[in-house]
T-cell receptor, first 114, second 118 residues
Framework: DVKVTQSSRYLVKRTGEKVFLECVQD?????MFWYRQDPGLGLRLIYF???????EKGDIPEGYSVSREKKERFSLILESASTNQTSMYLC?????????????FGDGTRLSIL | AQKITQTQPGMFVQEKEAVTLDCTYD???????LFWYKQPSSGEMIFLIY??????QNATEGRYSLNFQKARKSANLVISASQLGDSAMYFC???????????????FGAGTQVVVTP
């Protein structure tokens, strides 16, 4: 079974702090994704990476950056956390394949910015 | 523009009954994939079923089936014989092909909350 592991289940940080969310997958997937999930809005893509050191902006990249130095690890960085970044963050990975490959998700990180 | 629309924010269904969750999508790409995920209250996203745009038959996985109407751009999920454990949020998602600007990315709907009652 594919395992996608997010470093924290719950996280509380203060406004202005630099926040790191880590995600590791164990299936050698090319693609990795960071989403935020808010009630009524579904999942919104923050960033997407299709290879090591490669990244693409998603729908809501403002205030975030990412790092993918190794294939199995994809980090989301909040450069200067703000209260409107309080949300559930989900990491996912997928095999590139023929396009019929589903994403596999981590358990999510509930981040609160005070 | 919203590419995936789930018009039902929530619904109640009685145990052992079937339920249909609506999903419409918008794409001009002839090659795309449609996915359904389940998210229980614990938060993890569970992949349920996949339908490719070129698939001739509707996808089925156990109690889940996908009613794919390509001309209507509709991909409704049908859960047969609902169980209490089916109570969850359900998301429809689409992945477009390589000819589009959004290739590689998955677009999600807002979700439908299903509550199964005894």
């Amino acid at each position: 079974d594919v395992k996608v592991t997010q470093s924290s289940r719950y996280l509380v940080k203060r406004t202005g702090e630099k926040v790191f969310l880590e995600c590791v997958q164990d299936m050698d997937h090319e693609n990795m994704f960071w989403y935020r999930q808010d009630p009524g809005l579904g999942l919104r893509l923050i960033y997407f990476s299709y290879d090591v050191k490669m990244k693409e902006k998603g729908d809501i990249p403002e205030g975030y950056s990412v790092s993918r130095e190794k294939k199995e690890r994809f980090s989301l960085i909040l450069e200067s956390a703000s209260t409107n970044q309080t949300s559930m963050y989900l990491c996912a990975s997928s095999f590139e394949g023929r396009g019929n490959q589903p994403q596999h998700f981590g358990d999510g990180t509930r981040l609160s910015i005070l | 523009a919203q590419k995936i629309t789930q018009t039902q924010p929530g619904m109640f269904v009685q145990e052992k009954e079937a339920v249909t969750l609506d999903c419409t999508y918008d794409t001009s790409d002839p090659s795309y994939g449609l996915f359904w995920y389940k998210q229980p209250s614990s938060g993890e996203m569970i992949f349920l079923i996949y339908q490719g745009s070129y698939d001739q038959q509707n996808a089925t996985e156990g109690r889940y089936s996908l009613n794919f109407q390509k001309a209507r751009k509709s991909a409704n999920l049908v859960i047969s014989a609902s169980q209490l454990g089916d109570s969850a949020m359900y998301f429809c998602a689409m992945r477009e092909g390589y000819t589009t600007d959004s290739w590689g990315k998955f677009q999600f709907g807002a979700g439908t909350q299903v509550v199964v009652t005894p």
